[in-house]
């Protein structure tokens, strides 16, 4: 399938996607402070440099896109059809960067919380967020997941 864009204005597209202080994070962080929590962002001495940092509670959350994280079953995780090589190996590497990042936090006694965007994107799916991130925090598991994936 060929691409519908330039590859100038696809190439300016992709840069200007966030790494960083994106929109379901900065709902992600709205809601952890309104629930009384205090944190630090992006620990660049941690593993996979978590989104949010309780180092007291030794909690590490990561807020993952749906499509760049691949998020199983959900449907903002769709394969371009443009490039599927190159975006399969993409993909795959960003859930290997992710697993070894979970890990090495784990094996450093770490909490970890993953956030999914698609439990941010609207009212419905938020609805219930601040209370599952606040049942998770002051709860005793090691690893955890927030976000339903939607149905196609």
Not at 10 to 34: D, H, T, W
Request: proline residues 5%; charged residues 25%; positive net charge.
């Amino acid at each position: 399938m060929v691409d519908v864009v330039s590859p100038a204005d696809r190439s300016r597209m992709m840069a200007s996607i966030k790494g960083k202080n994106s929109q379901p994070e900065l709902l992600v962080r709205r809601l952890l402070f309104a629930s009384g929590y205090r944190f630090r962002l992006h620990r660049r001495d941690l593993p996979g440099t978590p989104d949010i940092v309780m180092a007291g509670r030794k909690v590490a959350i990561f807020v993952h896109g749906c499509f760049w994280h691949m998020h199983q079953g959900c449907r903002y995780a769709k394969m371009p059809a443009t490039r599927p090589d190159f975006w399969k190996a993409k993909f795959e590497a960003n859930v290997e960067r992710d697993r070894r990042a979970v890990e090495r936090l784990r094996a450093l006694g770490w909490r970890v919380l993953c956030i999914w965007e698609c439990s941010t994107r609207d009212a419905e799916a938020s609805a219930g967020l601040q209370g599952a991130m606040g049942s998770w925090i002051d709860g005793g598991e090691r690893l955890g997941e927030i976000g339903t994936p939607s149905p196609s």
